[in-house]
């Protein structure tokens, strides 16, 4: 089995100052995938960043960046020059990456509400 | 292009009832699956379908059932509902096979039982 831990609920930052929102995973696989998708108010869950476990270089996306410490199974996410439109609740999730035929099924942390407070 | 798409968007059901909700995948994806998420939480695997065989189920109970179409397109059916099966039902699609199969999801269907 595998398990995503968000120990933040709820979390606030400042208009244009920078956050990070924290995830640990926990997989006996050693080729794996992890997301950070968020889902603001109107419900859409869209992708932010992804990272494939054997690659050691953080992934970045404009604006977000993570944090891959394989080791310690940890998986944060960065958020630079945080805007209004990034208010949103935000699932850390782990996809094992398995031969062809079987299942990819995404396992999803309970998730941190970010306020980005004008 | 389309991203995916669910409906109905909202549904109120009573207990009892049966229910099907439909989902349109990302032209090109053959792969669809299907999601509840109940407030507050992450969501949960429910189903993954590819070229139409069941390629995995998660831990939920025989009254749910899906299948996908030649188009790739899927359905989720609940029978029996239960109050407890009030929950945003999200459908994703990927591009099976790719290097990163990523999910891309769709706006969910609001189930509400009464």
């Known amino acids: 089995a595998q398990t995503v831990t968000q120990s933040q609920p709820e979390m606030s930052v400042q208009e244009a100052e920078t956050v990070t929102l924290s995830c640990t995973y926990d997989t006996s696989e050693s080729n794996y995938y992890l997301f950070w998708y968020k889902q603001p108010p109107s419900r859409q869950m869209i992708l932010v960043i992804r990272?494939?476990?054997?690659?050691?270089q953080n992934a970045t996306e404009n604006r977000f960046s993570v944090n891959f410490q394989k080791a310690a199974k940890s998986f944060s996410l960065k958020i630079s020059d945080s805007q209004l439109g990034d208010t949103a609740m935000y699932f850390c999730?782990?996809?094992?990456?398995?031969?062809?035929?079987?299942?990819?099924?995404?396992?999803f942390g309970s998730g941190t509400q970010l306020t980005v407070l004008p | 292009d389309a991203g995916v798409t669910q409906s109905p968007t909202h549904l109120i059901k009573t207990r009892g009832q049966q229910v099907t909700l439909r989902c349109s995948p990302i032209s090109g994806h053959k792969s669809v699956s299907w999601y509840q998420q109940v407030l507050g939480q992450g969501p949960q695997f429910i189903f993954q379908y590819y070229e139409k065989e069941e390629r995995g189920r998660g831990n939920f109970p025989d009254r749910f059932s899906a299948r996908q179409f030649p188009n790739y397109s899927s359905e989720l059916n609940v029978n029996a509902l239960l109050l407890g099966d009030s929950a945003l039902y999200l459908c994703?699609?990927?591009?099976?096979?790719?290097?990163?199969?990523?999910?891309?999801f769709g706006p969910g269907t609001r189930l509400l039982v009464l």
């Open positions: 990272q494939e476990a054997y690659k050691q």
């Open positions: 999730a782990l996809v094992r990456r398995r031969s062809s035929g079987s299942a990819r099924q995404l396992t």
């Open positions: 994703a699609s990927s591009l099976a096979g790719a290097s990163v199969e990523t999910q891309y």
